[in-house]
Structure formats: C-alpha cells, structure tokens
C-alpha cells in the first residue's frame, strides 16, 4: 500500500513539473511523450480513472496569456486541436495499460488458486502457511493445520458423472470459507483433499470449529443425496515446524488413521 501511495505521489509530481516546464518555457513543441509517464504509472498503479483523470489535465489546452506567448485565432484552433488529439493518445495508453494490468492480475490469481473451486492451490497454501508459520515463531502463539478428505468421492464421479463431482468440490469449498475466520487459509491440495490452516489457535480451540465443519459438510451432502463423508486429520503445532510439507505430512497421517478408523471422524494430534 505504500509502495502504491508513492507511485502515484511520484506521477503526480512529474505531471507538476512537466507542466511547470511547458507553462514557464512556453515550448512550442508537443511535450506529450513526457506526458505519458505520469499517465501510464498513474493508471498502473492507481485506476483506469485516475489515469483518465491525469491524461486529461495533461491535455489541457494551451491559453494565450501564458507567458511570452501569443497566439492568433489559428494558432489558438490549432493549441485545441493539438490539446484534443493528446487527450485521445492519453485515453487509448491508459486503456492498453489498465487491460495490461487486469490480465497480468487474471495470470497471478491463477497461479495462485484452483482454478476449479477458487481456492488457494497447493504452492500458495506453502508460501502463505510459511509466513504464518513464521509469525507464529515469533509470537510464540500455536497454529493447528488440518487435512480434509471426502470419503467416497470417487462413486460421485463414477455414478454421477464428473460435472456432478466439480460441482460438489466448489460447495465443499464454499462451505468451508463460509465457516472459517478471515485470517485462516483454505486450499485444494489436489483431488477431493483440502487443507485448512487456523493460526493462533490450540487443540481444544480447533477441534469445536472442525467438527462444525463436518457437520456441515455431511448435511449439505445429505441434502443432494450424495454417499459422500468427511475424515479430517489435524495436528496442533505448540512451535510450527521449520517445513510446512513435514506439517503437511503429519497432518495428512492423521487424515489417513481417519480413513482407516472407519471414515467420517476426526483425528486429532499434538507436536511440539
């Protein structure tokens, strides 16, 4: 945010002093290439509206008491003509640079998340769980990371088609997002296996909010008749682990004593 601030300080303080130069200098050539810079860095950084707004001014027409100058009737025709075709060039660059930006925004989103349901993928749950992690150090305060399975999803697929099983993988994460707190990070490991990580939060604080989750999720699958449960691994970390796949792991072991325990449970865990 700060960063951004400066940026569009920065235009703003180079449109000033392009116009000062154009006003005192009193050039008769066109200063529209220096214009551009403000234009383009204020629309990248701010909106395509700012941009808009500064290209404008940019493009402000020239008036015949400026100083040292004076302009006859063609000449002042000529100032607004020249005025009107730089407003032009500064919509269409601020046009280019904002569709630029949005899908620049579109590639990183998708790098980022499943493009199916929406949510975090497997390597931005990394990155974001290690600098939870690393907060978490610091504080001193234990994070709880759970791995989420839904049992027998596999027959969705086979019985009711693979449209069926997406549909039924975008509610999960629906649901789940709905249940968690801002601050806690949902994402699609892969298949029909989810992760769920909850900073600042011990054994007993975890497990109230899970088990509200599985018993959600069994009612929704209930509701649209699918044979489909949830098992749940979850391992509370007193000080997290220098790598977040080794949290993964243990969580993802307690998944599978879920599995094997019978399905649709909760197994919980301790480290550290």
């Not at 949510?119 to 610091?138: I, K, P, Q, S």
């Amino acid at each position: 945010m700060k960063a951004r601030v400066a940026w569009i300080v920065l235009a703003l303080a180079w449109f000033v002093a392009v116009d000062w130069v154009d006003w005192v200098k009193g050039f008769e050539g066109s200063l529209a290439v220096y214009y551009l810079i403000p234009v383009i860095v204020m629309t990248w950084h701010g909106s395509w509206w700012a941009g808009l707004l500064l290209g404008l001014c940019c493009a402000s027409p020239w008036w015949p008491e400026r100083p040292g100058s004076a302009f006859d009737d063609y000449e002042q025709l000529l100032a607004y003509w020249n005025s009107i075709m730089e407003a032009g060039l500064y919509v269409t660059v601020s046009l280019v640079i904002s569709s630029l930006k949005r899908a620049l925004d579109r590639e990183r989103a998708l790098a980022r998340t499943d493009p199916l349901t929406g949510a975090w993928n497997a390597r931005a749950f990394r990155d974001l769980a290690g600098l939870e992690a690393t907060r978490a150090r610091r504080s001193g305060l234990p994070m709880t990371l759970a791995c989420l399975d839904m049992d027998r999803f596999k027959e969705v697929n086979d019985r009711h088609g693979h449209a069926v099983g997406d549909e039924l993988l975008k509610s999960v994460v629906a649901l789940l997002n709905a249940q968690v707190r801002a601050t806690d990070l949902v994402a699609r490991l892969g298949g029909d296996e989810f992760a769920i990580l909850l900073p600042e939060t011990g054994r007993e604080a975890a497990l109230l909010p899970l088990e509200r989750i599985r018993g959600i999720l069994q009612a929704e699958m209930q509701s649209k008749g699918l044979p489909v449960s949830t098992s749940i691994g979850v391992v509370t970390f007193a000080v997290p682990l220098p790598s977040i796949d080794e949290m993964l792991r243990q969580a993802d072991a307690r998944l599978y004593e879920a599995k094997r325990a019978g399905k649709d449970r909760i197994v919980q865990a301790e480290a550290g």
